[in-house]
C-alpha cells in the first residue's frame, strides 16, 4: 500500500473515533453565572466512565446536588432547598434557593477527553 493509502485510512478511523462519544474518558460542562443575588457562582457537571455528578458553587462553598432529570435539552438539580433547572440549549437557569427565586442566563463551556 502506498503512503496515500495509509494516512487516508488513519484519517478515516480517527475522525470515525472522534465522533463517538462511547470513547470519551471524561467529560465536564459548566455552566458559569454573573454576579447574582442568590450568590450562584457555577454549577458543573462532570462525567467519568459512565458516572455523573453535579456540583453547585456559590459564595458560601460547593454542595453536591442530586440529578432529578438529566436530557439532551433539560437538567433539574436538586439539594437541600435549592433547586435548579438549567436549558442546556439556551444556558437558561432557573434557580429556587429557599425562598428567593432568580432565572438568568449563564455561558456554557463543555470540556471531554
Known sequence: MS???YS???LSLSV???ACEDFVRFKT???SCDTNHLGLI???LQTQRG????KLYTDQGMQTLKINLRDRGQLDL???DNAISINRETGELKALFGGR???????KTVFAM
Open 101 to 107: 427565586y432568580a432565572v438568568m442566563v449563564c455561558e
Open 16 to 18: 470515525s473515533l472522534g
Open 78 to 80: 436538586q439539594a437541600a
Open 3 to 5: 503512503p496515500s493509502s
Open 8 to 10: 487516508l485510512i488513519i
Open 42 to 44: 457555577s454549577v458543573e
Open 29 to 31: 460542562e459548566k455552566y
Open 51 to 54: 458516572s455523573t455528578a453535579a
